[in-house]
């Protein structure tokens, strides 16, 4: 197929004028093939110069490795970019990770481009000083794995070199739906292996996963196998609002109803196995127009802004807790939990650690739904509780089981309440809190207004 294009394009090459091309003016945004036709489609060998020429060019943020080989031995290379001066980020807190790739088919070259683009859009934008990139640098690392199976890439063919489908060759349901080309087992196949080590090795806390396809165009979520809707919906469904509301009208579906059942694939072993959020972004299928002298980066334009739309808010796509609120009185603890982030959490516990680091109470398992606040309350002796403690909450960052748990320190003191409203239970309010302040004015008062009786009664 690819023989055909390319003689179309020669022949459409020997009709363009050479004014069109001014001798030594490079394209402002090059990409292989450009000025004349980007859908000269990349290869393995022009990816491996690319990506080793970013490498080479701009090391502050371009970490080059490898997620392993092809069934022919190619390596499967993974960009991976942040700041990498900042082991953390600015704040001091830990980085997001967003993992991507492109290319399970290897012909889905759109697929494969929007991967080379992403990619290449925060390499150049960091170059250019652009507020955007950069932020995301600081706070974020992108995982790129741009071609999967180089193999069929360069043959011009869906299947790898032992005509097996790899977006079906994954451990989640492994061939049991309706599908042709699943392998032998689930990751038979040296090219799916070598992606699930890189998740499990590298990006195991990863809160996003995005796999570039090309084919029908929509961003499909889990699961394939069911037409239910994932645990996590309410996390989906969210991103889905904002995207059209903000940024594309694509459609935005569960894969079983938005495309057909399919199994084993890298999206629902992402989610279902990783417990990562995780799309399957689907480009149009026109791969191949004769004549057409579209760039990709506006070929793909829309596509990229879906793309930094999901990067970019990478911090809210799970649960994220803060105790806003905790009150201790003789028999109970109440706390008031509120979550930023955009996925609910069904499991999160509270706990107390005294002064030689032994866990001596945690309270039952509690939910709290997506940008949303809880109150629980919780039946336990304020004997409990002593001086030089404290406290952490565990939770899973979404309601997947797969998903990660977090142990996240408390930095919220307690409030002693006095239940039989008589002095001598602890009041655990600080020097300048509100209360504290009032209650001392009143005291001043009560013994300003004492003393002036007293001076009165003896003159």
């Known amino acids: 197929m690819r023989v055909a294009v390319g003689l179309v394009v020669c022949i459409v090459l020997a009709s363009v004028p050479a004014a069109a091309a001014p001798s030594g003016e490079a394209p402002s945004s090059a990409w292989p093939g450009d000025p004349v036709d980007s859908h000269v489609h990349l290869t393995w060998a022009a990816l491996t110069l690319d990506v080793n020429d970013w490498a080479d060019e701009h090391p502050d943020i371009v970490d080059l490795t490898s997620a392993g080989s092809s069934e022919l031995g190619k390596t499967l290379w993974v960009v991976r970019l942040s700041d990498w001066s900042l082991e953390t980020k600015p704040n001091g807190t830990a980085k997001e990770i967003v993992y991507i790739d492109g290319g399970h088919h290897g012909n889905e070259y759109l697929g494969t481009a929007l991967a080379y683009l992403t990619a290449k859009w925060y390499i150049n934008a960091w170059s250019e000083g652009d507020e955007e990139a950069i932020t995301v640098l600081q706070n974020t690392e992108l995982h790129i794995l741009i071609m999967l199976n180089p ?11 032992n005509q097996v489908d790899l977006n079906r060759n994954y451990n989640h349901y492994w061939n049991t739906c309706p599908t042709t080309q699943p392998g032998s087992s689930a990751f038979s196949e040296s090219e799916t292996a070598s992606n699930s080590a890189y998740m499990n090795e590298f990006v195991t806390d990863a809160d996003l996963y995005v796999t570039m396809h090309t084919g029908v165009w929509i961003m499909l979520y889990p699961w394939g196998k069911w037409a239910d809707q994932p645990p996590d919906w309410e996390l989906f469904w969210g991103i889905r609002e904002e995207v059209h509301a903000t940024v594309s009208d694509i459609p935005i579906q569960n894969a079983n109803q938005g495309l057909y059942p399919n199994c084993g694939t890298s999206r629902d072993y992402g989610y279902g196995v990783m417990g990562f959020p995780t799309f399957t972004f689907e480009t149009d299928d026109e791969q191949f127009v004769p004549g057409s002298f579209e760039n990709l980066n506006e070929r793909l334009g829309e596509e990229m802004d879906v793309m930094r739309y999901l990067i970019n808010k990478v911090w809210y796509w799970r649960a994220r807790l803060d105790v806003q609120a905790l009150e201790i009185s003789q028999d109970s603890l109440e706390t008031t939990v509120f979550n930023h982030g955009m996925a609910s959490t069904t499991n999160a516990s509270l706990e107390y650690i005294d002064a030689n680091g032994d866990v001596v109470w945690s309270s039952p398992f509690f939910g709290v739904n997506a940008t949303n606040s809880s109150t629980v309350q919780f039946t336990v002796p304020s004997s409990k509780f002593t001086d030089g403690g404290s406290w952490n909450l565990n939770y899973q960052k979404r309601v997947i089981n797969a998903s990660v ?16 409203g008589e002095g001598g239970f602890l009041l655990g309010f600080g020097v300048f809190n509100p209360v504290t302040s009032l209650l001392a004015m009143v ?6 207004q004492r003393r002036g009786t007293v001076e009165e009664s003896t003159e």
């Open 151 to 161: 193999d069929g890439n360069d043959i011009d063919t869906r299947w790898n070199v």
């Open 405 to 420: 748990w977090v142990n996240e320190t408390v930095d919220f003191q307690p409030s002693f309440i006095d239940d039989a």
């Open 443 to 448: 005291g001043v008062s009560a013994w300003m």
